[in-house]
Structures are given as structure tokens and as C-alpha cells.
């Protein structure tokens, strides 16, 4: 389980603009579901876009004109005989408000008044989609979530990945094909937070460290790398040579049942234990030090991992990280497993 207000934390991190002045309250407000906490930012989110003005792209548009306008389309002014109405088709581009960010907005917030949140929140949503008349409707489980950002629509990056969470992590169909919407994240999307969270906390809290999440090359002996997976760590703290590679996983289950046994996932296990074989190997002809850690997102199981192994020189930690404690006693936790791999670090 996780507290909601942690979920917002976690967002804080990930997206430094949730720390910024039109935000800070919101760390001290009670939310009853993940739903509620969404609407709250994307109340306050698109507030603040507002006051910019909506993004704006070039939309394309063909249509019979009496004005000739943009290009005109001789073929298909033929084909519909327009001529005869004194009118001629015409294709051109003009500045709108209805992109697919606004569209997916509009969508989003319309799913949200239609579930079940706090009714302030819901009149509050209402009174701000009535600024997207001009914005089209969007199929948010059809959605392409593939988007650039640029300087002219940066603002919206927070935006879309709290509808993305909001439209694929609360949005559940029912088996008669109709929709609801749940509590809590799901596990796929809380897991994508909760690396991301990890990553810029380390990054922000702890800048005497170099926080990253960089691809490990294979060490070959022969340099055939054909059909090999790529290794990307989810983050890997460095000073010097010391480093710390972190694999963080979000699981229903921390550990397996392997004949009333319970282990440590055994995948989970290889893959730590594979980056840091090539990590270290890269590092092989000067002093160094690497060390590699399973930090697994605390479950309400009875017994949660907190293992350190010594493997062919190296150290492996399995730990967990409590997400339904006060962010305090997260902080505290985090900062002391820096502390603990890099001793001679500044920052407590």
C-alpha cells in the first residue's frame, strides 16, 4: 500500500514544477484517492496554462471557400463542382487551440468529473473546461502518448504524464465493456513513478553524488554483441570510483514462494548481479568499488527483505522502501543508504 499524498511526493520529484509556488500546498492537503490528488494538480496545472494561454498548433484545414484562401485544390474543386457555387477548395493551416495535448486535457478532466471525487474539485474541473469549447474530443484509450516537447509546449510536460497516469493507471474496464475508475495507480504505472522518483530524488537531494540511469555496456571478450539485451540501469550513483547501482522494483509480491521457501526473485537476483559484473569490469586496471541493490517498493507482506550478500567481491543488497510511511521516514531511508555506500558523503 501506498499513502496518496506520497503518490504526489514522488510526482514533486519527477517533476520539479510540482515544487514550484502554485503547488506547495498541495503537499499539505488530504486526498481521499489518487483520483482526487489528479484533479487536484490538474486543477491548479491547467490554471496556470490558462494564464498563458492554451498551446496552439497549425491545423490543416480543406474547405470550399468564396475567399480563396492558402492553396487551391484544382482537383477536388472540379470533382465537387464547387465553381458552380462560386467557391473554390482550398487547403491551408490555421493556428488552433484543438492539438492533441489540449484534446487529451479536455478528456481527462471530463473522466475525472465523471468519477468519484471530492465535489469541490468536481465544480472546479467543470468551470475550466468550459476554455476548451474549441478543443476537440480524444479517445484517451486510443490516445498516441508518444509526444515532443519543444520550448513552446515544455508546460505541458507534467500535464500529459498526470493524464497518462490518470487515463492507463486509474482507468479500469469492466468486463461488460463499460469503465471505472479505481483508487489507487496500478502496478505498471506506480512502477515507472517510483523509478523515476528515485532517480530525481538522488539527483536534487544529493548533488556531491552523479545520479544516472546509463546504459551498462556488455564486457565481451570478443566484441560479438549480436542478439545481446540492452542493460539500463534504473539509476546508478557514482563518486570516484564507488558506485552504487540500483535496480528499483514495484511489485504486488516482494519475494517468490519456491517450495515453502521464500526467496528473493531470482531474475531480479541475476540482473543486479549481471550489471555490476560489467560495471565493475569496466573499471577493471583502477581502484574501485562497486556495489549493486534490489530496492523493492515495501508490500503488506509479513516478511519484507533487508539482505546484504558478498558475490565474487562485490556487495548486493536487497532492501525495501516503505511508501506508506510519512515522506519524512522515506526521506531518512534513502538518504541513508547514500550515506552508507558513500561515507564521506556531506550530505545527511
Known amino acids: 500500500m501506498i499513502r496518496v499524498q506520497n503518490i504526489y511526493h514522488m510526482l514533486a520529484y519527477a517533476f520539479r514544477v510540482l515544487r514550484g509556488q502554485g503547488y506547495a500546498d498541495v503537499a499539505t492537503e488530504e486526498f481521499d484517492n489518487a483520483a482526487d490528488l489528479c484533479a487536484e494538480i490538474l486543477a491548479r496545472g491547467v490554471r496556470s496554462q490558462l494564464k498563458r494561454g492554451l498551446g496552439r498548433e497549425y491545423v490543416e484545414h480543406v474547405e470550399a471557400l468564396s475567399s480563396p484562401r492558402g492553396k487551391i485544390e484544382v482537383t477536388e474543386s472540379i470533382k465537387t463542382r464547387s465553381a458552380l457555387r462560386r467557391q473554390l477548395v482550398c487547403g491551408y493551416d490555421d493556428l488552433s487551440v484543438d492539438t492533441d495535448m489540449n484534446r487529451i486535457l479536455k478528456a481527462t478532466m471530463a473522466l475525472l468529473v465523471r468519477s468519484d ?51 492507463k493507471g486509474l482507468l479500469q474496464t469492466r468486463e461488460d465493456g463499460t469503465t471505472r475508475l479505481m483508487s489507487f495507480l496500478d502496478d505498471q504505472r506506480m512502477s515507472r513513478l517510483y523509478e523515476k522518483f528515485i532517480l530525481e530524488y538522488y539527483r536534487q537531494e544529493h548533488p556531491e553524488l552523479s545520479a544516472d540511469a546509463p546504459y551498462i555496456p556488455w564486457v565481451l571478450d570478443d566484441g560479438f554483441s549480436d542478439m545481446l539485451p540492452a542493460m539500463k540501469s534504473d539509476v546508478t550513483l557514482s563518486r570516484g570510483c564507488t558506485v552504487l547501482v540500483i535496480d528499483a522494483k514495484y511489485y504486488s509480491h516482494t519475494l517468490q514462494q519456491q517450495f515453502d521457501k521464500q526467496t528473493v526473485h531470482s531474475g531480479n537476483l541475476y540482473q543486479i548481479f549481471t550489471y555490476v ?72
Open 277 to 348: 559484473k560489467n560495471r565493475e569490469a569496466q573499471l577493471a586496471g583502477e581502484p574501485h568499488e562497486v556495489s549493486g541493490m534490489l530496492l523493492y517498493a515495501a508490500t503488506d507482506e509479513d516478511v519484507q527483505p533487508d539482505c546484504a550478500y558478498h558475490m565474487s567481491g562485490n556487495k548486493i543488497s536487497v532492501r525495501t522502501l516503505d511508501l506508506d510511511r510519512p515522506f519524512n521516514e522515506i526521506r531518512a531511508q534513502l538518504d541513508g543508504i547514500a550515506q552508507e555506500h558513500f561515507k564521506e558523503a556531506s550530505h545527511v
Open 117 to 167: 471525487i471530492d465535489k469541490g474539485r468536481k465544480r472546479e474541473l467543470k468551470r475550466l473546461l468550459a476554455y476548451f469549447a474549441d478543443v476537440g474530443d480524444a479517445d484517451l484509450a486510443t490516445a498516441d502518448w508518444n509526444m515532443r516537447y519543444d520550448r513552446s509546449n515544455q508546460t505541458y510536460r507534467m500535464l500529459m504524464n498526470v493524464c497518462w497516469l490518470a487515463a
